[in-house]
Nanobody, 126 residues
Framework: QVQLVESGGGSVESGGSLRLVCAAS????????VAWFRQAPGKEHEGVAA?????????ADSVKGRFTISQDNAKNTLTLYLHIDSLKPEDTAMYYC??????????????????WGQGTQVTVSS
């Protein structure tokens, strides 16, 4: 099982930027897909960005142009980043990283991911 720990959240003003970080460890395979999801109070998990071991990326339409996902690989570990520009109040949510040990299936569907972190809170004030 892959372990994931998120960090980098915080409270920012509208228009600001943040970089979220996810430290992932315990990989036994070089094939994976990792993604960032967010969940606002009273809402379902929403997939915002994903990247796989081939470097392919996918973004939700609602965040294209403002969110950038990237990764740094090392032996058995991975650091996943989500850079967020031009933050809006509607970006307020708990942000989670998640892992899937396959690169097939939908990129941004929560049910396809088996390993999840505890989340990091992002709060954007207007």
């Amino acid at each position: 099982q892959v372990q994931l720990v998120e960090s980098g959240g915080g409270s920012v003003e509208s228009g600001g930027s943040l970089r979220l970080v996810c430290a992932a460890s315990g990989y036994t395979s070089s094939t994976y897909r990792v993604a960032w999801f967010r969940q606002a109070p009273g809402k379902e998990h929403e997939g915002v960005a994903a990247i796989d071991s081939n470097g392919n990326t996918k973004y939700a339409d609602s965040v294209k142009g403002r969110f950038t996902i990237s990764q740094d690989n090392a032996k058995n570990t991975l650091t996943l980043y989500l850079h967020i520009d031009s933050l809006k109040p509607e970006d307020t949510a708990m942000y989670y990283c998640a892992n899937r040990q396959r690169i097939t299936g939908p990129y941004l569907t929560p049910g396809y991911y088996s390993d999840w972190g505890q989340g990091t809170q992002v709060t954007v004030s207007s």
